[in-house]
């Protein structure tokens, strides 16, 4: 996982109080929202029917990104906080930098899927944490950057010491879904159920600390990135030093079968008038209604989640077919999703 | 109730309608004959029509609310009235979009939209009111174009009435008094709804692929009227224009109140435009009257014109519309005139209204545009776009009206309409053979002799029987049953209640591949946005590995917009059976128990060739129209003026 700016764990460590955690819970919501859209124009970027396990394994991290950015909500409203994911201060600037001072500056933006994007982007983003286990973090002993893990970590250090075992709050706002399992995304009562949430997302993210694996035997999502820039399937290998070799069967790719999405395209750059900038519009008019589905979603309509899955179709459909329609007057390049908040979907 | 009682606001913006256009030959459901080039853009019956990667969205586009008309007569368009002037008209926020399906391929004039949300807020987001407007399909299909449609491609328009329904008043609905005034006289917190759609493109041209204009207004409901239709008086074209078909100005609701001695038009549906986004530079001089004496002519090449002469009618007033060519988009062509003399509403009470110009021909005298129903007289069906599986039974509501007030005692007669021949294989039908509709004539029963009530209501209960697939690789049949009573203005003619009956078939709890293949093939090549995007539907493996999202999907109820198949058309059966699939997805091979269903079709009792009635050749010339294949709408010019 990703370095973070120190000064967020610090908050988290020097909680008194649990209303002391929501701003950061809400920066955590932030953050895992802030990772998809880029992930999503990766995989939007893939010609339909071609690149398949490109697309699956993208898909598959999202789904978990959602999970986290769902278990994250779930948390919040547990102790009493209130998720606001329907305004612009939500959706980060691409290109630009994740929530929390993420990653020592990494810049992320909305390109096409290529080997170096996966490399130095999506990998950066879910690089694990390497040090060992923190049991108790002393904020003295802190280093310059810490890690999304020890951020989450932190969290859960404090909801142990701070909350009561019946967390406070309302119980019908809790979100779940029957397209997760119920051992991944469960209702948080208990102290102990936001303490194994939060293991949940930080295995899912790095794997656990001595292997690539998560609780559920899945590969993390680093090691999932790690995969499609080797092209090659990561098996279990005794003779490795580590156990684990990239020795698995080829992941094919075909450059030839991505879209050219101009980098980071923009609403602004679309001709007025334009059918493509219309299509656009609509795009966005989606996300923003996303956006707002999932907030009324986590603010006591959980069973309103079934409505936003249909939201995520029209989304991706609008995408996927501006990442096939050529760029007007930007030669060779065709329309990346923005995944702006505009004026135009407000209301 | 109807729109056009006071309090209302009329509304204009554009439409976001992404149909999906494989599916609008009846040849391409031939799962045996289709080949993937039906699936491309182009014209004509090898080609998938102009958006076949269509998925069957419906939105408001840039919708605004332009003027408030108020119940003492007077109209406010400034924002600074009241802050309900200027507002965004949108739809759905939160879950996906309405959608906006055909009945039918061979039901292609009927287009419905299916869970629409309407909502007002204002700039900064806030509420004033939302709700959902009920299903409602196409009526009053008519000619509004004058530049035949040419950078667009469609040049007729249409209109949907319904009703908005659950409505939900946001704080600030307190702030707007025209608002206040709605909600107090509105009942059953309920609303209606019209909406004008023209202008639509077909064509990749000025930036408006897939969407066209809509206007339309929003006015109180009152319980017990019909929802998809107001219970108004009706005008209709009686002018002749060589080269196109029907007439300009073809219907137009009014409403006449007498206790505010004020008659409204709405020629949001009707009025004439020069271009596709409802600009008008047409200058004609326009008048309402009243006539003194009874009118029945109809526009006919030999009798392109009526002319009734001044001492034969009263005028009510000119339409003010020639300054501004914007005048459309503004008021959504709706004119009320209130404080109206004595004789005139004495009059009104029992005779036609007329819209009229000065002859030219025939100096001194009047040509007649358009004129209202004989005698006043108007029969609606309420819910007369049906969808129904065998065993169903469903109450079809009629309405008769006499000078705007309901009619008792009224006989209305139902007949189904005889059956269409099929089409063989020929050079003009390429593909594959297309079955005819309306039959077995067994396939419905009902009674169509029927009666209204003193209240002017008169229900035929309509079931639906058993058929086996009398279309082959179309499920279920199409019938069209006709309705009028011993009056028949030729000058509008009949309208039908339209059935699709879905095929029988026997649930079956343990299917395997084969027993659903047909059905998921089908779909497959009809709505290619779904296996391209989605998931191949024509792929076993590939279903299953997607089936929790495809449980979720094809079990939603038909009023959920995520509800599969967006189009509506699978019997419950059939939909189970595909669930039960879903839920054990077997694809070995084993004996196929699709045979249950029996698998003797019904033959066309008529043969090849056989002659369509008028009713039947103008629907097919719709559908030519509807899907740009028409040979070319003209354009009209100097309409009217050499009357």
Known sequence: ?347 | MSYLHAPRLVFTGDFLSDVSTVNNDPAHYNNTTFKPNFQEPGKGTNNGWWNPEGGAVFDFQNCSVTQIFLPDGTTQSDPANDIIIGQAIQGAEGRPTGKMVDLDPDAQTYSALWCVQLRICNGNGDLLFKGNVATTSFRDIQMRQLDGGKSNGQPLGATWTSVITDVVWGDLAEKSTFLKTLRATTQNNTLTINMNPFGYYYAHNDGRFSLGRIMGSIGPYFEGEPTTFAATRRLYGINYTPNIPGTYFGVSNFLVEQDNRRVSVDFGASFPVSDSIGTIHYKQDLRLAVSKVPQTGVATAQTPVSYIAPNDLIEIGALNYQSDPGWLNKTAGIVSFSNLPDDTMTALSNSQLLLITPSTTKPGQYAIIAREAIDGLVTRADNFVQRLDDGQSVDIDYYAYQWGKPLPNTAISVTLDPPTPDTPVGPKNPISEVYGNNFPVNGLTFNGQIKTGNDGKAQMRLTGNAIDSPRVYIDGQIYSLTYQTSTVDAAFGTESVVVHLRDYFQEITDPVWDDISDIMIQYSNLYPIMSRYVVNLADPEALAEKKNILIFAFSRDINDTMHMPVTRDLSKTKRQTILNWLNNPQIAQRTILKTQAREVTSANPVEPGTELTDKQVKYREAVKAKNGSFPGFRATENLFENL
């Open chain 1, 1 to 347: 996982m990703l370095k973070i700016d120190p000064k967020y764990i610090e908050k988290a460590l020097t909680a008194n109080v649990l209303e002391e955690l929501y701003p950061l819970l809400q920066k955590a919501i932030e953050l895992e929202h802030s990772t998809i859209p880029p992930y999503l124009t990766a995989m939007f970027s893939l010609k339909p029917g071609t690149n398949l396990v490109q697309r699956q394994i993208i898909h598959s991290i999202v789904i978990e990104e959602m999970l986290h950015m769902t278990i994250a909500a779930n948390i919040l409203n547990a102790l009493g906080g209130t998720p606001d994911i329907n305004n612009s201060q939500f959706v980060p600037e691409y290109p630009g930098p994740l929530p929390m001072g993420i990653g020592n500056g990494l810049i992320v933006g909305l390109e096409k899927y290529s080997q170096g994007v996966v490399k130095n982007v999506f990998m950066e983003i879910e690089e694990p944490e390497n040090a060992i286990v923190f049991k108790s973090l002393d904020i003295k002993k802190l280093p310059t950057f810490s890690t999304i893990g020890q951020f989450y970590q932190a969290i859960q250090q404090k909801i142990d010491e701070l909350a009561p075992n019946d967390l406070p709050g309302h119980k019908d706002y809790q979100v779940t879904s029957a397209f997760f399992p119920a051992q991944e995304l469960f209702p948080i009562y208990t102290k102990q159920h936001a303490i194994d949430a939060i293991n949940i997302i930080i295995e899912q993210g790095e794997g656990t600390s001595t292997s690539p694996l998560d609780q559920q035997d899945e590969l993390a999502h680093y090691y999932r990135f790690e995969e499609l820039y080797k092209g090659k399937r990561l098996l279990k290998d005794p003779s490795a030093p580590k156990g684990y070799s990239f020795s698995g069967p080829d992941i094919p790719f075909t450059p030839d079968d991505v879209y050219p999405l101009f980098p980071n395209t923009k609403t602004s750059m679309l001709p007025a008038g334009s059918e493509v900038l219309n299509r656009m519009n609509q795009f966005n008019a989606s996300y923003y209604s996303l956006l707002s589905g999932l907030h009324d979603t986590f603010n006591g309509q959980p069973t309103w989640l079934d409505n936003t899955i249909g939201v995520m179709y029209d989304l991706k459909l609008t995408a996927e077919k501006l990442c096939a329609t050529p760029f007007p007057g930007k030669a060779g390049y065709t329309i990346g999703p923005s995944f702006e908040f505009t004026a135009t979907s407000k209301c």
